[in-house]
């Protein structure tokens, strides 16, 4: 169709506009061909008739549908005004400030500091496809990133704009990014020293300017390499054009760069005194643009972060000082000051300050460079010249000094920082990163200027060249016949600039020339290219500028200075001056040969778009325009040979405000950067897009989608030129989306209008029938009205009327009266009905209180009677039963009786030999008493010779005493003597004054001299009798300590005596246990004869109960026979008969009792077992005294017995004997108590006598155990003198292990007693069964083994258990029908075994081996989810099981008692428990990520792109950046992948047995994944927010919560997780319009942040016409009520982030009895105990 159609009614239009540059107008009636005028409608309602051309219509405005795309040629329409309304809307009320243009980034400074450059930004845009999120720098880095790492080819990222619009911080993040998502291999951490290198840079060539804070005044490209495996290993820098004026002048409001402030404002630390600095203020070169300071700016600060910048790259110390000791050198010598001498000479003071502090810096000759300031050398052929230098020409000639040295110095730290950045090795590729200067225009334009936009006119052309070339690459690739574009070439420029006779070489020609000047050189200009060249032209009214229309704009170069910049010379006398400098940096600055600063320089040839000229003269080549094409040409080259990607950065207002939008600089910069360039090939091209709802039903019955997609183009646009297919895409002119969004929103409208039609008639049928019923109705109301008006008089009214009323009150009356009655009637019943009822019940609660009574005496007696009765039958039975008992006891007495003797005489020789011990022991108290005697002895001796010590040292005191007073005396008669002296030589020698002063003089020296030595001889003597005193003191003290000593052994000797005196009633106790003996025995023959008797009676009562006859007649004949053929006697058998039947239910009960007295017994032996223990660490608590009693008797014997030392291990001995005698006598009360138990227990079964044979053998043990330590401390007590208290503690301790074996025999003896008798009663048994079975004729299977829940193993045989079940053991063939955790249950078997053993080292050995073998399990699969899985089950039953069979009460309270016994006996594990519980927690980390992993790609298809709800989403035009190389066919995901690999997770856990717990945090974790990644990909991509894509994400939300609830796993707090998401699809569905909207927000989405959900509402995309974008002003309101919050200001949740596990304790319900091991464990060699 024609454009001109689309100039309908309703349409708008873009109208130019003279401070917004383009204003929008709606169209008010359609245009026809021929017309002159557009009648439009502005915005604020305006009527306009728009003159226009009919071939330059206005251009037209896109849908608003497509208003804020994320990609510029996603518009239908591209043109400036609507690339320049998308970047406003998206700026200014979605706070967007990235937009793709193509293959260009837009990025706009908001100046404000935005929450989108974090790690969690960068994992979120890392592996992402560059369409799918929004735009974004890191977007672009990712891009090159992936294309780098898929194609091996070299990369390069282009970030150009104006000053201030945000260069140097792009070229940051994108350099960031790259040390994020490629960390180095090695630990030399070389990314973190390529970001550190953009501190150092910017500190030395970033600066302050009117238009930005931190503005770069140079170019850098930055080459960052990676290895082959595409991590960082180096970089490298090349810098371009820096800005030397700088340093020696500045613009108002302008800085110097910034390390000069950083320098001033750290004059007064230690480490920069010597340099002589001040503040800022101080020197020329940094107050010249009067602003010394930045606001928000800490330049100390600065400084600090420098220096540690420097310190990272490795930069030293003492080359940092070199390079500020040069720095403060440029800062005197802008302060030297050189004054006029006349007109035509100048002068330098030698006094000067400044110039001797530059020249010690610098290590200079300051004569000669005062001299060579002020004058210049001029050599010729025949003679050298010195000729002065006027005071400008001086000033321009230090200036220009201090410009070279600054650019020597950013030359070599830019080396040096290279060289930091070196690596070793080849480089498989690099990624560059350009930060170069925009087109630049001022109002007046210089050398820097020009020099820059010839930059920009080189990267334009290649910029142009890249964008034809990827557009031709994609029409080839659908098929498409190319046409070539047209589109601007700026080639032209280049080659007025820099081609043969160009604007450069004629201007290093002028500098050749001696005389050579800016205006000869513009002349030069003119006569080439005025009215030679359309490209170059004069200004009117100057005849000092030129003019170049650049591909931007035109720009008016002003000549002045050009020359001078050019040549930039320094003086040579000053260069040599500099060069014989004894300071190494400067003198290496100016060399003849300097070392080349990139090592590019070697490697790369220069070619320049055309060929050039090249002069012989070395100063032509030497010129900054030549350096700089030089330099340019070969960036262009690496940039060639790379895959470009470009970043414009744009300044939105010149005042950085934060988000204000200046149409016009936005304009003026989006034509300098290119940006509409690209437009316009683009929109030339035919962008894609696609369509379906214009399609008819008879088109959709065709199954070729080509067919029908031609079909319908045919039908909708005429003009087959307006769209071409491909072979994947139809392609469409500007202007066909636009047309067929029109015929889109013309067909949903019609439709719309047909939806209104038949529901408007509905409802106005409704209405309509409704008000026909009311008017029935009414009308049926109002007759009958009207009959009955007819009808019915006004006095049969009134009668009626006053008959109501008489009715009324009448019947009033009635009822009020019959209700009256009634209630007092229902009064009466009630209160006799609960009089009654009470009554009632008090009697039946008296009745039943007396029955209760009743019923208690007659239950009583009747028990009574019931209980005698059964006494009385079961002593009967018992004494049946003991009778034999008693029979074998007193058989057995006479052999104990014998054992007895034997002991009794065994005690007797124990008692002699004690007898014998005590004697020794008088001896050696007798002994030590005489020692104590002699010690007394020698005391007093000491005593009487320190008492004569101190005697003569008091006489010696007074001796000093006498002759220090006659020095005295003797010092003032000499002092009088020379006092008489001198006067007598005074009047004597009165003329000859001199002699006389000079010999006082002498004799004063002299006198002092003797003064002096006599105050020594006093001090040394005062000294002395110091000394003495302390000596006096000292011996005091140890005569009061000898005094104290000797009480004490007075006192510790009485005890001895006490303690000896106990002997004889320790005799009396042995005496009293033979008598006790004695008794046992007399009771004992005394029950002997008492069971026999009752034995007798009751074998005679059973024999008169039978009746024999009767027995023989109920027998037949064959049954005779037949018991006479097998030999029985038959009438024993049924003698026996009735009593087996008595006997058997008594047995029954009995064997019930026996039960649960053998668990009684059991507990009573383990209690047992654990006083033995007790008893063994005593035992060991005693070895450890007996050591140290042999260290301390050692040690006093080494040192002389000394009587301090001993009082105190005296001391120490007794305390520890009373403690031990304590704990001995509670063990043997708690044996004897336990010995009277046993005692009136009855009959055990043949395990108690085994832990008792046990416990034996342990106090067997013991007693060696005790014997030996008995020895040791008899061989001590005769080896020692004073161990009387050794001999009373092995008196006691023999007197202690006399009662254990005593207590021990009686033990067992009982227990050979009960053994006896329980074999009796097994022997009667049965014969009893064998009856029993007889007469029944059952047999009974014996009893299998039982096992004791251990594994028995060799210690050889640890490798093969830890290779068998733990590393080579599968999980898929081992879960099927195996409970949970089997592995972990044999491990601990073994552990039990080990722990039963009693071997540490064993049980140490195991624990570490399978330690050892789990963590390489883990290991060797630390991908592989089942194994991870299955053996995160098994170390958490492992540790279930050291904590359940711990014996800790905390955990054995849940255990049964068969469990119980399973406990370990010997050894505490709970420093292994707590190894295993770091173990279980990192293999259930490395579970996660594995689970992470594996479900982390599906994540964003499945939640955020699938159509769960089919036909909701609409779809939208797509820009250039859907069809970036990047992109792949990758995999679809679903959410029903989703929830499939979930079920595997859980089901693959479950097979694995892990714990409930567990399994729900690691759901938990992986919804708050799910939720975490959907919501931090739904705030990064615009296209997501729509009120559609809510709706999806809402169901597919639900899908997650039904799984939980199929899984039963709605406790696991799984669901809060999703809390956030669910709460932005929300937001995404809700009206967002008045306040209630806005309160109704804020009060719902409590789980999302602030910045959140001001992130969701600017990006709330409508899909169609029919929904609206958010207002900023709602926007505002909501961001207003949310003030209040105290959240973060992160955007992005934190995927990264793990809840706390926690392992919970769950105690096994099996058996280790009842485990057995399977066969294909291969685990033959473990047996089970």
């Known amino acids: 169709m024609a454009l001109a159609e689309l100039y309908t009614q309703y349409n708008r239009v873009w109208i130019p506009d003279s401070e917004e540059v383009w204003q929008s107008a709606e169209i008010t009636k359609d245009y026809k061909a021929g017309d002159r005028f557009l009648h439009v409608q502005l915005e604020d309602g305006t009527e306009l008739h728009y003159p226009v051309d009919p071939s330059a219509l206005p251009p037209l405005r896109n849908p608003d549908i497509l208003v804020g795309e994320n990609d510029l040629t996603a518009l239908s329409y591209l043109h400036e005004p609507a690339v320049l309304h998308n970047l406003k809307v998206r700026f200014v009320e979605s706070r967007l400030i990235y937009t793709y243009s193509g293959i260009i980034l837009v990025a706009i400074n908001p100046y404000k500091q935005l929450p989108i450059y974090g790690d969690a930004i960068i994992h979120a845009y890392s592996g992402q496809n560059m369409g799918d999120m929004d735009p974004h720098i890191f977007a672009v880095a990712e891009e090159a990133y992936k294309q780098m790492a898929r194609n091996s080819k070299n990369q390069s990222i282009i970030v150009s704009g104006e000053s201030g619009a945000g260069k140097t911080v792009s070229a940051r993040y994108t350099m960031r990014y790259f040390a994020t998502v490629s960390k180095s291999s090695s630990n030399a951490h070389v990314e973190d020293k390529v970001l550190a290198s953009n501190p150092i840079t910017e500190a030395v060539g970033n600066a302050k300017t009117t238009r930005n804070d931190n503005s770069s005044r140079f170019g850098k490209y930055t080459e960052i390499s990676f290895d082959p495996s595409y991590r960082i290993i180096g970089a490298n820098m090349r810098t371009y054009l820096l800005e030397k004026s700088r340093v020696v002048f500045q613009s108002e409001n302008e800085r110097n760069y910034h390390i000069f402030y950083q320098l001033c404002a750290s004059a007064m630390q230690p480490e920069f005194k010597h340099l002589k600095l001040g503040s800022a203020e101080e020197f020329n070169y940094t107050r010249m643009g009067g602003s010394t300071t930045i606001e928000g700016v800490d330049d100390r600060a600065n400084m600090i972060e420098t220096q540690k910048t420097f310190a990272l790259l490795g930069l030293k110390e003492d080359f940092q000082m070199d390079v500020f000791k040069t720095l403060a050198a440029i800062l005197h010598l802008g302060n030297l000051e050189i004054t006029a001498v006349g007109d035509e000479r100048s002068s330098v003071n030698l006094e000067d300050n400044h110039l001797n502090v530059f020249c010690e810096l610098l290590e200079l000759n300051s004569d000669k460079m005062a001299q060579w300031l002020c004058h210049r050398k001029i050599i010729t052929t025949s003679e050298t010249v010195i000729k002065p230098m006027t005071k400008p020409q001086a000033l321009n000639a230090r200036d220009a000094l201090a410009k070279k040295i600054y650019s020597h110095l950013f030359d070599f730290i830019v080396e040096r920082i290279n060289q930091a950045l070196q690596f070793s090795g080849k480089q498989h590729t690099f990624i560059g990163v350009l930060d170069i200067y925009g087109f630049e225009t001022f109002d007046v334009n210089s050398f820097e200027q020009f020099c820059i936009n010839y930059a920009n006119e080189k990267l334009q052309q290649q910029f142009n060249l890249h964008v034809f070339k990827l557009e031709q690459e994609e029409y080839m690739k659908e098929d498409i016949p190319w046409t070539l574009i047209d589109f601007y070439d700026n080639q032209p420029v280049i080659d007025l600039i820099e081609a043969k006779m160009g604007i450069l070489e004629l201007l290093d020609e002028e500098c050749l020339l001696p005389h050579g000047t800016d205006e000869n050189w513009l002349q030069k200009l003119y006569n080439n290219f005025v009215n030679k060249n359309t490209l170059f032209e004069k200004p009117r009214m100057s005849n000092t500028s030129f003019i170049i229309q650049h591909f931007a704009d035109k720009v008016e170069y002003k000549c002045e200075g050009f020359l001078e910049k050019n040549r930039d010379t320094v003086y040579e006398v000053l260069m040599e001056i500099l060069k014989e400098s004894k300071f190494h940096l400067c003198a290496s600055f100016f060399q003849d040969n300097p070392a080349p600063i990139s090592p590019f320089s070697s490697t790369i040839s220069i070619k320049s778009a055309r060929p050039v000229l090249k002069s012989p003269n070395k100063q032509l080549r030497m ?26 950065c744009i300044k939105p207002n010149d005042e950085k405000q934060p988000f204000e939008f200046d149409s016009k600089r936005v304009a003026q910069q989006l034509r300098a950067c290119g940006v509409l360039e690209t437009i316009r090939i683009s929109a030339q091209s035919y962008p894609s897009s696609r369509y379906s709802i214009l399609m008819a039903q008879q088109e959709l019955s065709f199954n070729d989608k080509k067919q029908i997609c031609k079909i319908v183009l045919q039908r909708l646009i005429q003009d087959p030129n307006q769209y071409q297919f491909g072979r994947t895409k139809i392609f469409f002119r500007a202007g066909q989306v636009a047309y067929l969004e029109k015929l889109r929103s013309d067909k949903l409208r019609h439709a719309c209008i047909v939806i209104q039609k038949s529901v408007r008639g509905w409802l106005q049928r409704r209405r309509f029938l409704r008000m026909k019923q009311a008017a029935v109705t009414i009308q049926q109301y109002c007759r009958g009205q009207r009959a009955v008006r007819q009808a019915i008089t006004a006095q049969a009214l009134k009668q009626t009327w006053a008959a109501i009323i008489i009715q009324k009150y009448c019947r009033g009356y009635l009822v009020r009266k019959l209700c009256q009655l009634i209630q007092v009637a229902a009064v009466t019943i009630q209160a006799y009905t609960r009089g009654f009822l009470a009554r009632k019940k008090y009697r039946k609660m008296l009745e039943e209180h007396k029955a209760v009574i009743l019923q208690k005496y007659a239950r009583a007696w009747l028990a009574r009677r019931r209980f005698q009765n059964i006494r009385r039958f079961v002593l009967n039975i018992q004494l049946s039963y003991r009778v034999q008992r008693l029979q074998k006891k007193i058989e057995e007495q006479s052999k104990e009786n014998h054992g007895l003797l034997e002991r009794l005489t065994n005690l007797a020789s124990t008692h002699m030999n004690d007898l014998d011990t005590i004697q020794k022991l008088e001896s050696e108290l007798e002994k030590l008493a005489a020692q104590k005697r002699t010690y007394e002895e020698k005391g007093k001796k000491y005593k009487e010779d320190s008492e004569q010590k101190i005697l003569k040292l008091e006489s010696q005191i007074k001796e000093l005493r006498e002759q220090k007073e006659t020095l005295e005396v003797k010092l003032q008669e000499k002092t009088e003597e020379m006092k008489e002296k001198m006067d007598d030589l005074t009047k004597q020698l009165f003329d000859d004054v001199r002699k006389e002063e000079s010999q006082r003089m002498i004799l004063e020296k002299n006198f002092q001299s003797q003064k002096q030595d006599y105050e020594k001889e006093i001090e040394s003597l005062k000294g002395e009798i110091k000394v003495l005193r302390e000596e006096k003191t000292q011996l005091q003290q140890q005569m009061q300590q000898e005094i104290a000593i000797q009480d004490d052994l007075k006192i510790e000797v009485g005890q001895l005596t006490k303690q000896v005196q ?16 004695l008794d046992v025995e007399k009771q004992a023959q005394s029950q002997k004869r008492e069971m026999r008797e009752k034995m007798s009676e009751v074998t005679k009562q059973l024999l008169e109960s039978y009746d024999f006859e009767d027995v023989r007649s109920r027998l037949s004949t064959e049954d005779l026979e037949h018991l006479n053929e097998d030999g029985e006697l038959w009438f024993a058998y049924e003698g026996l008969k009735k009593a087996t039947r008595v006997l058997e239910s008594h047995f029954q009960s009995q064997k019930e009792n026996y039960e649960k007295e053998i668990e009684g017994l059991n507990l009573k032996v383990e209690h047992l077992s654990q006083d033995i223990n007790h008893l063994q660490k005593l035992f060991r608590e005693e070895n450890d005294i007996n050591d140290g009693i042999r260290l301390e008797v050692s040690r006093l014997t080494s040192e002389n017995l000394v009587i301090p030392d001993l009082k105190q291990q005296v001391s120490e001995l007794e305390n520890q004997k009373l403690d031990l005698e304590n704990r001995l006598q509670e063990q043997t009360a708690k044996l004897k108590e336990m010995s009277n138990r046993l005692h009136h227990e009855p009959e055990g079964d043949r395990t108690l006598r085994r832990t008792n044979e046990i416990q034996n053998e342990m106090d067997v043990k013991e007693k060696g155990r005790l014997n030996v330590i008995t020895q040791e401390m008899e061989g001590l007590s005769n080896g020692l003198k004073q161990d009387e208290i050794q001999a009373e503690v092995k008196s006691k301790m023999k007197q202690e292990t006399t009662r254990l074996t005593v207590e021990n025999m009686d033990l067992e003896e009982e227990l050979d007693m009960k053994d006896r008798i329980i074999k009796k009663l097994e022997d009667q048994i049965k014969t009893l069964t064998k009856t ?12 299998s083994k039982e096992y004791i829940g251990m594994m028995e193993y060799k210690r050889e045989d640890e490798e093969r258990i830890v290779q068998n079940l733990i590393l080579d053991l599968k999980p898929r063939g081992v879960v099927v029908n195996m409970i949970p955790g089997l592995p972990a249950h044999i491990l601990f078997m073994c552990v039990r075994y080990a722990d039963y053993l009693n071997d540490a080292d064993m049980l140490k050995s195991f624990i570490n081996v399978t330690i050892d073998g789990i963590k390489q399990a883990v290991k060797e699969n630390s991908e592989d989810f089942e194994m991870l899985s299955f053996w995160l089950s098994n170390t958490y039953y492992f540790l279930n099981c050291l ?17 119980n016994k399973n406990c370990l006996k010997h050894f505490d594990l709970s420093e292994y428990r707590q190894v295993l519980s770091d173990l279980a927690i990192r293999i259930y980390h490395q579970f996660i990520l594995v689970m992470e992993n594996n479900i982390q790609h599906m994540i964003v298809p499945g939640m955020l792109e699938y159509e769960s709800l089919q036909g909701i989403s609409g779809l939208k035009p797509t820009g250039f950046r859907k069809r970036s190389s990047s992109i792949d066919d990758t995999d679809t995901y679903t959410m029903t992948s989703i929830l499939q690999q979930l079920s595997y997770f859980y089901s693959t856990m479950c097979q694995n047995g892990l714990d409930s717990e567990l399994l729900k945090q690691a759901v938990k974790q992986l919804f708050f994944l799910i939720g975490a990644i959907t919501l931090n990909s739904l705030l990064l991509r615009k296209d997501m927010c729509s009120c559609r894509k809510g709706m999806q994400i809402r169901c597919n939300i639900s899908y997650l919560e039904e799984w939980l609830k199929d899984k039963n796993l709605q406790s696991s707090n799984a669901k809060e997780t999703l809390e956030p998401l669910s709460q932005a699809a929300w937001l995404l569905q809700v009206k967002k319009i008045t306040d209630d909207d806005a309160k109704e927000i804020c009060e719902h989405c409590t789980s999302l942040s602030t910045v959140q959900i001001v992130k969701i509402l600017n990006s709330y995309t409508p899909i169609d016409d029919f929904e609206k974008r958010v207002t900023p002003s709602f926007v505002r309101k909501v961001q207003a009520m949310l003030n209040n919050r105290e959240d973060g200001p992160q955007l992005m949740l934190d995927t990264k982030y793990h809840f706390q ?29």
């Open 623 to 648: 010129t900054v325009g030549s350096k700089f094409r030089s330099s340019l040409s070969l960036l262009m080259e690496t940039l060639n040979a790379t895959t470009p990607h470009y970043v414009r």
């Open 1062 to 1077: 106990k002997i004889p009633e320790l005799q009396k106790e042995i005496e009293l246990l033979q008598t006790q003996k």
């Open 1443 to 1459: 904590k359940q069979y711990s014996g800790e009460e905390e955990f054995m309270k849940y255990n049964t008692p068969r469990q």
């Open 1332 to 1343: 029993i079975e007889k007469g029944n004729e059952v047999s009974v299977s014996a009893l």
């Open 1701 to 1729: 596990v926690t392992f919970p304790f769950t105690p096994s319900p099996h058996d280790l009895e009842m485990i057995q091991v399977p066969s294909s464990f291969k685990l033959g060699f473990l047996t089970r105990v």
